[in-house]
């Protein structure tokens, strides 16, 4: 059976989390039937490059354990724990789900002080870029060194700590500058005049609604989580609102994917991003919008209560949307 950790989120506010009873990580409890990690199960040249030894010999590996959970979760993550010596984290940066596996292993070759252990990260799906900003930190906090670095060849990196001095956050690939070269080209030209350039279209939306009422479930995934991270803009967000797909505008087909069944595991993030998105589109005070949105409020409430159905992400986004919904409160 596998247990749980929830992590936690800038979106949830602590009355909602009493309102909803989302579990916190300190009522949990982990179980310590195995003493000591596995043996490491491969050989080194196997391991993932982001393997690490703790630098603090004394730090025992159940400590350890507890210290990089803690960090990951509070990224934040969501945790599974498989078994004593390995969990699962999950977190979303820029709206994809970016999955990943810490194992914790004895050190085997590298044994030589009582409490010494491998811990290894590997990415499963997802933002590798996130995923290794990530390990990076957890290097930086937990104060880890590269496992293998001598038999790699390669020296040990120094001053991580210096990187973090404004705090963490999940960074994501940014695509590289254009040439120089294009860039004159560009200024040389008319570029209004070009038809996709035409921004009164909405094309980029166009597309992106076409994607996210796709027949093709992965397409649609992708489609909803384009949306989720465009509509952050609010122009964008009001630009959909005036989008339709055979006359059918994308609060409807948002509420489609909300009342379909999140047994599969892209439905279920799809639904993520599309609470994500009619959050940024309640964002921008429309009125029709809003009163459509609020129509849902029965779907959207499932998506906060269920602590066992829905990741962090999902709950704390739908009940930031419920929260934005509610009328004021009457001044005095």
């Known amino acids: 059976m596998n247990h749980a950790y929830t992590g936690s989120t800038s979106h949830a506010s602590p009355d909602l989390a009493d309102m909803f009873q989302i579990p916190s990580h300190k009522d949990v409890l982990i179980p310590t039937a195995e003493a000591s990690p ?6 080194w040249e196997f391991c993932s490059a982001n393997t690490f030894v703790c630098n603090d010999f004394t730090v025992s590996a159940q400590s350890l354990r507890e210290q990089v ?10 945790i599974s724990c498989h078994s004593e010596w390995q969990f699962t984290g999950t977190c ?13 292993f004895n050190t085997g070759t590298k044994a030589g002080q009582k409490n010494s252990c491998l ?25 880890l060194a590269y496992a293998f670095a ?3 060849g390669f020296d040990e990196v120094q001053g991580l700590e210096s990187n973090w001095d404004k ?8 695509p590289p500058p254009l040439p120089s070269s294009l860039l004159a080209k560009m200024e040389q030209m008319d570029m209004a005049a070009l038809p996709f350039m035409d921004t009164s279209k909405n094309c980029l939306v166009d597309i992106l609604m076409e994607n996210a009422s796709s027949a093709f479930v992965d397409v649609r995934r992708t489609g909803w989580q384009e949306l989720a991270k465009a509509t952050e803009d609010e122009n964008t967000a009001e630009a959909l609102l005036q989008t339709s797909v055979n006359d059918e505008e994308c609060i409807s087909f948002g509420a489609k994917v909300l009342r379909e069944d999140s047994t599969c595991e892209l439905t279920a993030d799809t639904q993520r991003c599309v609470l994500k998105t009619l959050l940024n589109i309640a964002l921008t005070r429309d009125t029709d919008a809003r009163r459509k949105i609020s129509a849902l409020k029965e779907e959207i409430s499932k998506f906060a209560e269920d602590t066992h159905k829905h990741s962090v992400e999902t709950r704390s986004t739908a009940m930031q949307l419920i929260r934005t919904l509610a009328p004021p409160l009457p001044t005095r």
Request: with cysteine.
């Open 150 to 152: 001598d038999e790699w």
């Open 69 to 78: 959970m803690d960090i990951v979760r509070k990224s934040p993550a969501d």
């Open 92 to 104: 979303y940066p820029q709206q994809v789900k970016t999955v990943f596996q810490v194992s914790i």
């Open 38 to 43: 596995p043996p490491l199960p491969y050989s």
């Open 167 to 174: 705090g963490y956050q999940h960074r994501s690939f940014a």
């Open 119 to 143: 811990l290894e990260m590997q990415l499963q799906e997802g933002d590798r870029v996130a995923f290794q900003g990530l390990c990076s930190y957890v290097q930086s906090q937990a104060n």
